[in-house]
DNA sequence: TCAATAGTTCTAGAGTTCCGAACTATCAAA
DNA sequence: TTTGATAGTTCGGAACTCTAGAACTATTGA
């Protein structure tokens, strides 16, 4: 196992972010991480919206949201913890993360 | 030819949203017609970000733009108009699209 | 009718994504 | 110190998507 890549802040791009958030397993798994006051333990998302996630694709999708430098992942013992990196890329894209978190909790609540 | 296909603002996704945008070529199109207080040709765009786009994929663009229900294309004799639906989408994402392209412009403006 | 211009569609190759199977890493109990 | 359990990663093939050249359609003006 490699050790974990995390992007620069520099390196973050809005395309890079645009793409990692553009699947809805991703976005909500995205939503919960930054929504919450705890790390979140990638098994924590094996169910997304009523659907199960295999762990192989759950693992790809925590992958793909690292590197577009949107959580920071940590291992701690057997399990990953993750974090959001919200406050890192609101000085980078002010305003944007808010902005797709909101829209997506307006959509979740109009059903 | 078949008639073009815009979607209804119910029917506008976030996720379809953004990943119509996570393509560099795109997003710099679609800020270029929102950012225009005129209509935009196809062809206003054969070359982006100082790269030749073959008009094939740029059709494809405008057609990802367009089910995305990011823009409203309408033929006017030989040419393809091109509006944004920024103020549509604004009354379904509020906040969602300023924040992209705030994001874009800011970014663009570093280098 | 013909030619020119603007976009679209077709299609093949390149690249990406999904997910089951096999693997690795860590810890705790025997 | 093996053994087992749990958590996550990597591999590989099938399905899907994207890019761009070639051929096509639509509109207009000569």
Do not use: W
Not at 36 to 52: G, I, L, M, P
């Amino acid at each position: 196992m490699r050790p974990l890549a995390h992007p620069a802040l520099d390196d973050i791009t809005l395309t890079g972010i645009l793409h990692a958030l553009s699947d809805e397993t991703r976005v909500a798994i995205f939503v919960g991480i930054a929504g919450s006051a705890y790390s979140q333990r990638c098994a924590a998302f094996t169910t997304v919206s009523e659907k199960t996630v295999p762990k192989s694709t759950l693992s790809q999708h925590f992958k793909a949201l690292r590197e577009a430098g949107l959580i920071r992942s940590e291992r701690q013992g057997v399990e990953m913890l993750n974090t959001s990196r919200c406050a890192e890329v609101e000085t980078r894209f002010p305003g944007l993360i808010p902005a797709i978190i909101g829209a997506y909790l307006a959509k979740a609540k109009q059903r």
